[in-house]
C-alpha cells in the first residue's frame, strides 16, 4: 500500500504563486509515477502533471509553461510549483501513484488539497 498526503494549497490571487507538496509513505519501492491531477466543480478529473522515476515529465497543455514538477526521491516527496495562476486553476489537487507489482498496476490517490485562484 501506498499512502499520500497533500499540503500547500490555498488561496492566491491571479499571477500569484503556490507550491504543493505530496509526501508518500508506504512500499514506495515499486513506484514508477508521481504527480498530480486536478477536478473543479462539475467536471472530470484531469492530468496536471507527472513525473516518472526516471525523470520524465508530462504536463497538460493549459498548464505548460506555468507549472513545474519536481521530486525529492530522498524525502518522497514530488512538488507542484505553480506559477501565474489563473481563475481557472482553481480545483482541488490531487496527489497519484502508481506502482507495479507482480504484473500488476496499483494507483494511488491522495484526499485532495483546494487551490482557489480569485480574479
Known amino acids: 500500500q501506498v499512502q499520500l498526503v497533500e499540503s500547500g494549497g490555498g488561496l492566491v490571487q491571479a499571477g500569484g504563486s503556490l507550491r504543493l507538496s505530496c509526501a508518500a509513505s508506504?512500499?514506495?519501492?515499486?513506484?514508477?509515477?508521481m504527480g498530480w491531477y486536478r477536478q473543479a466543480p462539475g467536471e472530470q478529473r484531469e492530468l496536471v502533471a507527472v513525473i516518472t522515476s526516471g525523470g520524465s515529465t508530462t504536463f497538460a497543455d493549459s498548464v505548460k509553461g506555468r507549472f513545474t514538477i519536481s521530486k525529492d526521491t530522498a524525502k518522497n516527496t514530488v512538488y507542484l510549483q505553480m506559477n501565474s495562476l489563473k481563475p481557472e486553476d482553481t480545483a482541488v489537487f490531487y496527489c497519484?501513484?502508481?506502482?507495479?507489482?507482480?504484473?500488476?498496476?496499483?494507483?494511488?490517490w491522495g484526499k485532495g488539497t483546494q487551490v482557489t485562484v480569485s480574479s
Open positions: 508506504g512500499s514506495l519501492g515499486s513506484i514508477n509515477t
Open positions: 497519484y501513484a502508481r506502482r507495479r507489482a507482480g504484473g500488476a498496476v496499483y494507483e494511488y
